[in-house]
């Protein structure tokens, strides 16, 4: 089964930012961003807000390419 870019983007959101499983979550990053540099930027911004998390309320920007404008 092949998952849509909004379900992916879902995905991501619910396992990186919802559930803080940062080897589940590093798995949808490009290589650059799941160096282990970031990896423990991540671990302490999971440890210093314990209860951070994100709710995607309208994925549908992210998902089709518009979350980001061109300049005018």
Known sequence: MTLSNKDIALDYADVM?????????????????????????????FEAFSDLRFEILEPGPIAEGRFFQEAM
Do not use: S
């Open 17 to 45: 930012w919802g559930q803080h499983d940062l080897e589940r979550g590093l798995t949808y990053l490009a290589r650059e961003l799941a160096a282990p540099e970031n990896l423990a930027r991540f671990t302490e911004l």
